[in-house]
């Protein structure tokens, strides 16, 4: 079947735009993750989504990140007045039986 | 908070060799444990896991891991590498406890990149 997927692949943004992440993880998964990878960090949890709502925020790194996620399906990441250090790739994963499947990734570089 | 130690930031073998990759976490209770590999150009998969039983756990692709509890350890091995073994490896661990303070989500190492030359 159809594995998470993210949109979109690539973005290049100007330094202070804002930016929207998507994610659509796989039909019946529940629970939804956001990561960051990065070179000096490596990989880092943003926030987690159990249906629709996010118990669990505190690996958002500034209030500039926000996420959403909508009828317990599609999830976005919005990064607004975007900085260089945002410059990463940006993960999602979500989960069966406690088992995290990650998609592609959006790899976002901020000029 | 729970952190994940992976010794070996890059490793290089030849075909055939046996591969033993360190991974060692610093929460005492009780966890999940999770080895990924990325392949070149690939998003991360799963290689294999442990939740509980068999310490001794065995993934795709001939790959194995034990989970050994006194020593806070996850290590993976494989008996004899080839070159498609080439790849960045991660260690993960999730507090069973979840609920909050980024214990919901994974904690990785930062990965060793296996190079196996042919």
């Known amino acids: 079947g159809a594995g998470v997927s993210q949109s979109p692949s690539n973005k290049v943004t100007e330094k202070g735009k804002d930016v929207e992440l998507r994610c659509d993880p796989i039909?019946?998964?529940?629970?939804l993750y956001w990561y960051r990878q990065s070179l000096g960090q490596g990989l880092e949890f943003l926030i987690y989504?159990?249906?629709?709502?996010?118990?669990?925020k505190s690996g958002l790194p500034s209030d500039r990140f926000s996420a959403e996620r909508t009828g317990g399906s599609v999830s976005t990441l919005t990064i607004q007045r975007t900085q260089q250090e945002d410059s990463a790739v940006y993960l999602c994963?979500?989960?069966?039986?406690?088992?995290?499947?990650f998609g592609p990734g959006t790899r976002l570089l901020v000029l | 908070a729970q952190s994940v130690s992976q010794h070996n930031h890059h490793v290089i073998l030849s075909e055939a060799a046996s591969l033993e990759l360190g991974c060692n976490y610093s929460?005492?209770?009780?966890?999940?444990l999770f080895w990924y590999v990325q392949y070149p150009g690939q998003h991360l998969q799963l290689l294999l896991k442990?939740?509980?039983?068999?310490?001794l756990v065995k993934g795709i692709k001939g790959f194995e891991a034990e989970f050994i509890k006194s020593k806070f350890s996850f290590n993976l091995r494989k008996p004899s590498v080839q070159w498609s073994d080439t790849a960045e490896y991660f260690c993960a661990v999730k507090d069973r406890r979840g609920s909050g303070g980024g214990a919901d989500g994974l904690t990785f190492g930062k990965g060793t990149h296996l190079i196996i030359q042919p």
């Open positions: 989504f159990q249906g629709n709502s996010a118990p669990d």
């Open positions: 929460y005492g209770g009780t966890v999940n």
């Open positions: 994963a979500s989960s069966f039986q406690e088992t995290q499947y």
């Open positions: 442990y939740f509980s039983g068999d310490p």
């Open positions: 039909s019946g998964h529940t629970a």
